[in-house]
């Protein structure tokens, strides 16, 4: 047998005894018997086991404390280590194997001989595997894991996928597991006990804070635990961790960032301003073009960025990092970073993301930018339920500047009442100063939009003193309409919500809102024609608007559903009282006078025997069998989904789309079915035979 001779390295000199055995276990570092525990499973099952994650998630000293007590061969590959004939000599000299005459200099096949006749497991450990880029060397291994001998284990660090290895194709195999970057950071118990192992008294609370802040990343545990015992404040640490500390930058930079080319290191740092960045905005934010190939570069490259789709267009930069290059971004160009955010603000606006569009818009500066889109974007989010993320992120303004925007203060009134806060929604409102120039009459929707949400939100009674609120004729004579239709003065109603028909007009929800009222007060006076005519205004005014069916349209259709219950249609009545409950169900019925109006006529059509004999026929009822925007292909597609359990994420894996891609579709295909809701799509899409339940 020929005896192992390590070639010279090609670069400086390297201690081939070092190489060969685990590296020492830093003093501070914590047992993580969770992980050894997934180390013995992985290596007890397959050939192969990948400890993945980016720079300093711990990879290597978790396999070197994993490793103490064990016979393990070990092997520190560096890029000198890149040619088969040194490789292959650190790897049998490591496991203590020579080369065999019958193997032809074949090194793997050597390698394979020794394990098929040694007593026990042979366990080899390739460090740092990503250096490895010779094309004979990655046949040689994979050989070695598609026809593994029954005693040879082998275990290899990286960054990222070695993608020359088929690793996907192994795990399909059961060949391979991978343990990867989220297991490997650590959980509460294990950051608690590395900080007390570094001799740090760090509170439980403190530490939980810290895991959050770090997102448990091993490395900012480590740096913070010799900060702690180098005498910094443990609360003070904790608090303000931001990625700019000198210890985290120090690290970030000479670990990760500073091996960069400066092409790349100016696309991090443009990049950074964003919480989550896909190739398009990337491209937007930079002014190129490849932003997609760029942010796998860099994943590629053992930053700490991950994906947060299944897909891998949209990924996220560790908060450190983050946090790192934005501060590293201020101190350069401070009025760059004003242009950038108002670039996302505008693409996030395009995309119909409101909450981060406005953020963006907040943290640029731009006044004139952020009044327009809180002006059209408002009504919208009230709609799809996110009136609260747009409130949250004004809420990084100063309260005067808001203050100073009546539609910024509108719509923290509108949050507030949305929640049910009366007294916080008044307080916004009551501070309410003069509009500026408003041609389009924005702002006057959201006061229209503010008094309804406020009427709902108080349980439909008025405030002491009438409504003492900046708002139009025609809004205060629509909610004083309405309040009094549900206690039961439908004089003073009717009389109220007549004239607030015509001040409304243009308000497409509003004057729905009321058409539906006023066919409740004709209902109550046994004027059936008027009352229905009434009613399917009100709901080909909510057919058209974007908002969907919400209350008018319930109204609307309790009142055509009572009319054809008297005249004997009871196909029409079983359609209207279905979409009406739906609406119900659906939980669209804040104010409490149509809740009951709406619910009780529900339950009184489903005690009856006719309830029994008939199904739903739209055309009876006077809503439109057909949609006034028809949706898309892909909108379709979408549709053809809901009825089933799918998650939005489930059917974006179906569909080979982004999540964020599914929701857009389905905010289009709400709206264009005059929906709010999966449940309201489904059944509205099944009275267009768009859908049937069970076929996709």
Request: aromatic share 4%; glycine share 10%.
């Amino acid at each position: 047998m020929e005896p192992i001779a390590i070639p010279p390295s090609p670069g400086p000199v390297s201690f081939i005894s070092s190489k060969l055995a685990p590296p020492p276990v830093p003093v501070e570092a914590t047992r993580r018997s969770r992980l050894f525990a997934l180390l013995d499973d992985a290596i007890s099952d397959v050939p192969l086991t990948v400890v993945m994650g980016p720079a300093g998630s711990g990879k290597t000293t978790l396999l070197a404390s994993w490793a103490e007590g064990k016979d393990v061969a070990w092997v520190s590959l560096d890029p000198h280590d890149d040619h088969p004939e040194r490789f292959w000599a650190l790897v049998l000299a490591a496991v203590g194997a020579e080369h065999r005459p019958e193997c032809g200099g074949d090194p793997a096949c050597s390698l394979a001989a020794h394990a098929n006749g040694a007593d026990a497991p042979v366990l080899l450990v390739l460090d740092d595997a990503d250096v490895i880029a010779n094309e004979q060397i990655r046949e040689d291994l994979r050989r070695l894991v598609r026809c593994p001998p029954p005693q040879l284990r082998i275990v290899v660090t990286c960054r990222r996928a070695v993608d020359a290895l088929h690793l996907s194709r192994l795990r399909i195999q059961g060949l391979a597991r991978v343990i990867d970057g989220g297991a490997l950071n650590l959980d509460q118990g294990e950051t608690e006990r590395l900080f007390a192992k570094a001799g740090a008294q760090v509170p439980a609370r403190d530490a939980g804070e810290f895991r959050r802040r770090t997102e448990g990343w091993v490395v900012a545990a480590r740096l913070a635990s010799m900060e702690l015992r180098d005498g910094a404040s443990t609360h003070e640490l904790v608090a303000t961790l931001s990625g700019r500390e000198t210890y985290v930058v120090d690290y970030l930079n000479e670990e990760l960032v500073d091996d960069l080319d400066p092409g790349m290191r100016a696309f991090l740092l443009r990049t950074s301003i964003a919480d989550e960045i896909c190739g398009e905005l990337a491209d937007v934010l930079t002014g190129g073009h490849g932003g997609g190939g760029a942010l796998d570069a860099l994943r590629s490259a053992g930053l700490p960025i991950w994906s947060v789709d299944p897909h891998g267009e949209t990924y996220r930069y560790h908060p450190l990092l983050a946090g790192m290059l934005r501060a590293s971004l201020r101190r350069q160009d401070a009025a760059l970073v004003l242009d950038l955010h108002r670039r996302a603000a505008l693409w996030f606006a395009d995309h119909g993301l409101v909450a981060p569009a406005v953020r963006h818009a907040v943290l640029s500066h731009d006044a004139a930018l952020l009044h327009a889109l809180v002006t059209e974007h408002a009504p919208a989010a009230l709609r799809d339920g996110v009136i609260d993320e747009l409130a949250a992120a004004l809420g990084a303004l100063d309260p005067g500047a808001l203050v100073a925007d009546p539609a910024l203060a509108l719509t923290m009134a509108i949050a507030a009442y949305d929640e049910g806060d009366v007294e916080t929604g008044d307080r916004w409102r009551d501070r309410v100063g003069s509009a500026p120039t408003d041609p389009a009459g924005a702002v006057d929707d959201l006061v229209a939009l503010a008094a309804l949400v406020r009427i709902r939100a108080s349980g439909a009674e008025l405030p002491d003193g009438g409504i003492a609120f900046p708002t139009s004729t025609g809004v205060a004579n629509a909610i004083t309409g309405a309040v009094e239709l549900w206690a039961g003065e439908t004089d003073g109603a009717e009389r109220h919500l007549a004239v607030a028909a015509t001040q409304c007009e243009r308000h497409e929800r509003l004057a729905g809102i009321v058409a539906a009222h006023l066919s409740v007060c004709r209902l109550r006076r046994a004027d059936g024609d008027g009352a229905r005519h009434l009613a399917r205004e009100a709901l080909e005014r909510s057919g058209r608007d974007d908002g969907g069916r919400g209350a008018g349209a319930a109204v609307a259709l309790v009142v055509l559903g009572s009319i054809a219950l008297d005249r004997r249609e009871y196909a029409a009545a079983a359609g209207a009282f279905a979409e009406a409950g739906a609406i119900a169900e659906a939980g669209r019925l804040r104010f409490p006078g149509e809740r009951a109006f709406v619910t009780t006529a529900c339950t009184h059509w489903r005690s009856l025997p006719q309830a029994g004999h008939h199904v739903a026929d739209a055309d009876l009822v006077g809503v439109p069998v057909e949609v006034d925007e028809p949706l898309s292909d892909a909108e379709l597609a979408i549709l053809r989904y809901l009825p089933t359990r799918l998650t939005n994420m489930e059917i974006a894996g179906e569909r080979c789309l982004s999540v964020n891609t599914v929701k857009t579709h389905l905010k289009h295909i709400y709206r264009k079915l005059g929906t709010g809701d999966r449940a309201a799509a489904v059944a509205r899409a099944q009275q267009l035979g768009l859908v049937t339940v069970g076929a996709i």
